[in-house]
């Protein structure tokens, strides 16, 4: 029986990253790059720490290798559309998430 996707959630800052990282095909140092970039070198992933989650979101065939590139060294990725339905459900969580606590947020910062 096949997961659905709100079972893999919430997600890692660090496998969100990745996940929004692969809306286009990439391989594993590309994805460091992209990770760093979308979070203004906020988050900086080690090669352990990414094929890590690589691997974990293959098995989960929340991505998958893709076809493109079969005669090069390196190993592409693309999100599955099960992978697309998760990175969606993960950003609709996070944004209520802001939502439901913005109004609190704001009342804190007129405390200092």
Request: glycine share 6%.
């Amino acid at each position: 029986m096949g997961k659905n996707a709100e079972d893999f959630l919430p997600l890692t800052p660090q496998t969100f990253y990745v996940m929004i990282s692969l809306r286009k095909e990439r391989y594993g140092y590309a994805i460091m790059q992209d990770v760093e970039k979308l979070t203004s070198e906020r988050m900086q992933l080690g090669p352990g720490t990414l094929y890590g989650i690589l691997t974990k979101l293959e098995n989960s065939h929340l991505i998958a290798p893709s076809d493109g590139n079969s005669t090069s060294r390196r190993k592409n990725y693309q999100l599955t559309s099960l992978g697309i339905e998760v990175v969606l459900l993960e950003f609709e969580r996070l944004e209520k998430m802001v939502n439901n606590t913005q109004k609190f947020v704001q009342e804190m910062r007129e405390l200092l």
